[in-house]
């Protein structure tokens, strides 16, 4: 099993920024890719960021130039910048990984439960 626990979410000011974190652990053979979604109130979930373990990235219009996804590969974990945030990215941030566990040969999607993002005007 393979569990992802996201952290860094809070309540920041318009124009101000935020890291968030996430974690993979359990039995891991490899990651693929890992990736940010978010899920406004009354909103369905939508795609924020994504990045491959060879670093190659992919974001929403609307998050780029203000957000960064990187990943340490080592330690399983994925990380979103978040620079020049807006009221309207206010939502719950979800962290997605891509794994092939331990003794297996195929991706299975894991989801983490989710971090806040509350940006106020």
């Known amino acids: 099993q393979v569990q992802l626990v996201e952290s860094g979410g809070g309540l920041v000011q318009a124009g101000g920024s935020l890291r968030l974190s996430c974690a993979a652990s359990?039995?891991?053979?490899?990651?693929?890719?890992m990736g940010w979604y978010r899920q406004a109130p009354g909103k369905q979930r939508e795609l924020v960021a994504t990045?491959?373990?060879?670093?190659?990235?992919n974001y929403a219009d609307s998050v780029k130039g203000r957000f960064t996804s990187s990943r340490d590969n080592a330690k399983h974990t994925v990380y979103l910048q978040m620079n020049s945030l807006k009221p309207e990215d206010t939502a719950v941030y979800y962290c997605?990984?891509?794994?092939?566990?331990?003794?297996?040969?195929?991706?299975?999607?894991?989801w983490g439960k989710g971090t806040l993002v509350t940006v106020s005007s």
């Open positions: 997605n990984a891509l794994v092939v566990p331990t003794g297996g040969n195929y991706d299975i999607v894991y």
């Open positions: 359990g039995s891991i053979f490899r990651i693929n890719v």
């Open positions: 990045i491959t373990n060879g670093g190659s990235t």
